[in-house]
């Protein structure tokens, strides 16, 4: 058997917060086991009050192949007419299949090794969905073992090799199983995992002699845009036979890195963002920008996302180069944006973002998860801080609803289940450039995380596991 920390105050030590005091005079001699249990329920909700609440996560930590670094992940929608509804998962519990693009490159030895596009399988299991909803019939003792067993398990499933390495991947909103990965080379690839383990490959466009980062279909499946460091921006037609781009966007003074589609609209407009600091906004219809929102410094933007929610589609977040995460309202994207926007500082360079998906829409629609330099990745409820016509600067934690210290290096990617299938919900997946896939979720901790650790059963593979 093992014991396993679940809750690391050390490590929070950024939050400025303690765990609830314990009188020194109330010794375990002195009172029943009943009364500590009530006093330690009423020492929780008091420190629950008067703090932000601190959030820990279920982490499963997985080397996919030692020679590859890990640079980007999208979650695949669940198929529920495609896939059983419960699978095993160990022992007598069960869980649900999920699938993960991944794109990776050689590391240290891009040079002599080959880059792949990762089809990867993970069971998230059902019981710990059913443990924080109330709904697990299991005693309180029994879902705490159960508890430190829910990390997800994961492998890969297919991979397709790409002579250079890649730098991010996408998936086609209509035909989820139909993939674009861009690499360094200048290259998009489609790749359509229907197909028989070697002919994946159905496409390859040749964009430029240059990288590029931003890559994403529109939300009909039709066009994949694709930015470049040439500065400038293409348009396929996937649905065409021909290899050239239906048009080309150049308004960018440096590399263009990022690029993001408006959801619930007319397919025509998208955003991207670039090396000058702007923020570009594009239709389809029309051959110049339609607004442009230079940025406060010259800090290059490195990415950028429109809000895939239906009841906030015109909602968009960008951060840069210094660690400044940006949300803005597209409805008065202009000039120096001035307009409804808040800012989030950072604590370092943000590398990846993305707004969550799945679950209640309600809960979900205004947090951004955002990946670092550094490793960290640190979920923003954007809610709490936006008020259209103003600009209100969050100083840090003011939005901050939690962070994830899981990663060691460098964060490349991150992804959250697009479709809302109640067993992944809250789930997230990112990869870091030491090879690691991590798929975690946070939850707000209860009494039982103050004070207690969990002793976990002989069937557990701590080495697997990362709190």
């Known amino acids: 058997k093992a014991t396993v920390s679940v809750l690391n105050w050390d490590e929070m030590a950024d939050t400025k917060m303690d765990p609830p005091p314990r009188e020194a005079s109330e010794t375990a001699s002195e009172c029943t086991e009943d009364k500590k249990q009530s006093r330690l329920q009423e020492e929780y909700g008091v420190w629950k009050e008067d703090n932000v609440p601190i959030l820990y996560s279920f982490v499963n930590s997985t080397r996919l192949d030692p020679d590859l670094a890990l640079t980007d992940v999208v979650w695949l929608p669940w198929e529920p007419n495609g896939a059983p509804e419960l699978v095993p998962y160990a022992g007598n ?6 699938q993960l693009v991944v794109g990776s490159n050689g590391g240290e030895k891009s040079s002599v090794l080959p880059s792949y596009v990762l089809l990867v399988e993970t069971v998230v299991p059902r019981e710990f969905f059913a443990k924080l909803h109330g709904g697990d019939p299991r005693s309180d003792e029994q879902n705490e073992k159960i508890a430190c067993k829910q990390y997800a398990v994961t492998h890969v499933r297919r991979r397709v090799p790409i002579r250079h390495p890649i730098t991010k991947v996408t998936y086609n909103p209509l035909q989820p199983r139909l993939a674009a990965a861009r690499d360094t080379g200048g290259h998009v690839t489609l ?10 490959i159905v496409r390859s466009y040749r964009v430029s002699d240059t990288t590029g980062f931003g890559i994403e279909w529109d939300p009909s499946g039709r066009h994949l845009g694709v930015t470049s460091y040439d500065k400038l921006v293409r348009v396929y037609d996937t649905n065409a036979s021909s290899p050239d781009p239906v048009a080309t966007f150049g308004y960018h003074t440096a590399e263009v890195e990022g690029l993001s589609w408006k959801m619930h609209d007319n397919n025509n407009v998208f955003v991207t ?19 442009v929102c230079e940025g406060d410094d010259k800090a290059g933007v490195n990415c950028v996302a429109y809000n895939p929610h239906a009841s906030v589609p ?6 840069d180069q210094r660690g400044n995460v940006v949300v ?3 409805r008065y994207l202009a000039g120096k944006g001035k307009a409804s926007r808040i800012k989030i500082s950072a604590t370092r360079e943000v590398t990846c973002l993305r707004w969550m998906t799945g679950g209640v829409e309600e809960e979900s629609a205004s947090k951004v998860v955002i990946g670092q330099a550094t ?7 954007v809610q709490q801080a936006w008020h259209p016509g103003k600009i209100i600067d969050t100083h840090g934690d003011y939005a901050l609803a939690g962070t994830h210290y899981g990663h060691k290096s460098f964060c ?3 992804s959250c289940p697009p479709s809302c299938d109640l067993v992944a919900d809250g789930c997230v997946a990112s ?3 030491d090879g690691m896939l991590q798929i975690w979720r946070f939850t707000e901790p209860g009494l039982d995380m103050m004070y207690g650790q969990y002793d976990m059963a002989e069937t557990t593979t701590p080495e697997k596991m990362l709190f």
Not at 273 to 284: I, N
Not at 314 to 319: C, D, I, P, T
């Open 191 to 200: 790749i359509d995992w229907n197909k028989e383990e070697g002919d994946e």
């Open 273 to 291: 963002c670039g090396g000058d600091g702007a923020v570009v906004r594009w239709d389809l219809r029309q051959a110049q920008p339609t607004a």
């Open 412 to 414: 490349e990617g991150i």
């Open 314 to 319: 015109h909602l968009l977040v960008s951060a």
């Open 431 to 433: 990869v870091e450039h």
């Open 328 to 330: 803005r309202d597209d």
């Open 93 to 98: 519990l069960t869980g649900r299949t999920h």
């Open 375 to 381: 490793g960290r990745v640190e979920i923003y409820d």
